[in-house]
């Protein structure tokens, strides 16, 4: 009764979140006073992705916020960090709290059902393979993952070493973003031979990452008892 309670009260105060706050703006806010902290805002903006994991908050904005206020390789740390800490949090309310909820939600999945199978048996490797494939949310999954069998210390390390291409092409976006503005204001960091450079490593990161994420989708098909498609899984994924 007490765990039911408990949940019952954070989903409402999510839900008068989204409904009540200006959320998007919020963390534009947010993003602005962390480009302000100096040294301490690669670690605040970790730090803020525990509730954004816990509250369903896109992480997409986050991570491409870190791409324009930090750079590439100070942004990409800040987030792969963050976001396994925010995910790891989630799983254990998962496990804990939000149990019964997510158990009702998802034992009619018949994907999920498949993965709660081949856990069994692979746990670090289907944790990384749904970490890898995009039609998997993010959200949902980090929670999911909670009442299934798969081992903490599995969970976490699967889902960070998964998360990491996805991570980097977000961060890169969001640096780009950065970049395009200062070409279009007429202030060109580093020269224009620097923008090419950054280009071509822009390119580069989101051709790799797709080439991995077709990779992890047929090896994902391969692994599941049945097939699955990004409807049946839950859409994509928001991180």
């Given at each position: 009764m007490w765990r039911a309670m408990t949940l019952v009260i954070l989903m409402a105060a999510i839900a008068a979140g989204f409904l009540f706050l200006p959320?998007?703006?919020?963390?534009?806010?947010f993003?602005?006073?962390?480009?302000?902290a100096g040294?301490?805002?690669?670690?605040?903006?970790?730090?803020?992705?525990?509730?954004?994991?816990?509250?369903?908050?896109p992480g997409w904005i986050l991570t491409m916020g870190a791409g324009f206020v930090f750079g590439v390789a100070w942004g990409s740390a800040a987030?792969?960090?963050?976001?396994?800490?925010?995910?790891?949090?989630?799983?254990?309310?998962?496990?804990?709290?939000?149990?019964?909820?997510?158990?009702?939600?998802?034992?009619?999945?018949?994907t999920f059902r498949a993965?709660?199978?081949?856990?069994?048996?692979?746990?670090?490797?289907?944790?990384?393979?749904?970490?890898?494939?995009?039609?998997?949310?993010?959200?949902?999954?980090?929670?999911?993952?909670g009442i299934t069998k798969v081992r903490f210390h599995d969970y976490?390390?699967?889902?960070?070493?998964?998360?990491?291409?996805?991570?980097?092409?977000?961060?890169?976006?969001?640096?780009?973003?950065?970049?395009l503005t200062e070409l279009a204001s007429?202030?060109?960091?580093?020269?224009?031979?620097r923008q090419i450079l950054f280009g071509f490593g822009l390119a580069a990161t989101i051709l790799l990452t797709v080439l991995v994420t077709r990779m992890a989708r047929k090896a994902m098909k391969e692994a599941l008892p049945v097939s699955f498609t990004p409807e049946a899984a839950g859409g994509p994924q928001s991180k």
């Open positions: 959320v998007a703006e919020s963390i534009q806010r993003l602005g006073w962390v480009d302000g040294v301490w805002g690669p670690i605040i903006l970790a730090v803020a992705y525990t509730p954004a994991c816990i509250f369903y908050v987030v792969s960090v963050g976001s396994v800490i925010g995910a790891s949090a989630a799983f254990l309310l998962g496990r804990t709290l939000a149990r019964d909820w997510i158990e009702f939600k998802m034992t009619s999945n018949s993965i709660d199978h081949a856990v069994e048996k692979y746990g670090f490797k289907i944790v990384l393979l749904t970490r890898l494939s995009p039609i998997f949310p993010f959200n949902l999954l980090n929670y999911a993952f976490a390390l699967a889902s960070w070493i998964g998360m990491f291409p996805g991570t980097v092409m977000y961060v890169y976006l969001g640096s780009a973003a950065k970049n007429g202030n060109i960091a580093g020269g224009t031979g």
